[in-house]
């Protein structure tokens, strides 16, 4: 790497670092020409206007200068575990500390995803006593797009502040959520019916859900609203996203064709309850319904006609899922997404911004929580939502609209 000798800059100059994309020319080149997306080309000229020099944060390389000579690649820092993020983050402070000397002063414009960002890059440059700037921090992709488009650059952003934090407001974060949603949605093709939903389909391997239902709507009247987020295997477990989808939607064939399991699904044990409180249904069903992990086959004979209701109310609702394909754990991002989504749609039905409709079944949930929060979850309604969860949300739909 060229060594840019420290004499050259005084305090306060400012150094542009923007994000690789996916997408590459597919023969060896300067850095700076190597990444094809209208994103990249709008984080290298806002920082060519902005900055006095600017390197390129390459998930392979690390720190670019732009006009080095690089081969075409294909690795993402979200398919490396957090280790080797935190190590890829530090050997990005180091090559800055050797290309440009103290740090202290330095101004350091950061035009890219979360993580390039929060594994160290950040801390690590403030350690130092450099100044960190993030001027899209908390934008969708397509408010990106229209950042870089706009003759306007905002370059005294705090770092730890994001536009829903300046000023913003609940009613903000909540529009904000389902424009992203409506990125995904577009990029994927749209809701897919659940009761249409197969095997045989496309499905990421690991992700976070959003499920619909067709008469609950967001107070304008025209959005439908999210009744349930969902993810799975954030424990040790091999399960897939279509696996927990398939158990929400029942079985289609089989000896009990249009039936399911309701024990081996939560989802579909609260269906089952509210739908049991609102009909006129067997003492005997309400009496098994939801009790133990299993039963015998006299059981599941009796509770059969339940789980059929409960397969088309659920058939009924579709499904938008946002690719995560990271290790379980529970530190994992489609916990934080999971959890970060129901605590803002709880506080939003709370407040009264988007309320379920009069007819919801979900009104007549046994279980106060998903009354209260007109979602079909227990776990997270209760939690308050910190809004840094957008930079994951936000960067996970920019990968996926640029995969599509």
Known sequence: ??????????????VGLIG???TKRATPGPAMDLYLSALFNGRRKAVEASCDSWFILSAKHGLLQPTEIIEPYDLALTSLSRTQQELWSQNVVQSLVASLGDLNGFIFEIHAGSEYRNFGVIDGLQRLGATVINPTVGLTFGEQLR????????????????PSRLGGSLHADVDRFYRSLAEL????????ALSRCTGRMEWPVRGVYFI???DEMRADGVTQRVVRVGTHALGASSSTLWGRISQHRGVPGGSTPGGGNHRGSVFRRHVGSAILASGDWPSSIAAT??????????TKKMEYPLEVAVSQRIGEMSVICLPINDPPSRASL???????????????TRESLDTPSLTWLGRSSDRESIRSSGLWNVNHTDDDYDNTFFDHLDELVNQTVQRH
């Open 1 to 14: 790497m060229q060594i840019i000798s420290s004499s050259a800059y005084s305090l306060g100059v400012r």
């Open 185 to 192: 949605s577009d990029a994927v093709g749209g809701a897919r």
């Open 20 to 22: 690789c994309v996916k």
């Open 147 to 162: 950042f870089y488009r706009s003759s306007v650059v905002m370059l005294d952003m705090p770092t730890h502040l994001s």
């Open 334 to 348: 489609r916990g934080i997404v999971e959890r970060g989504a129901i605590g803002l749609l709880s506080r939003a």
């Open 212 to 214: 619909f239902e067709p």
């Open 289 to 298: 319904w939801g009790v133990g992990n299993n039963a015998t086959q006299e």
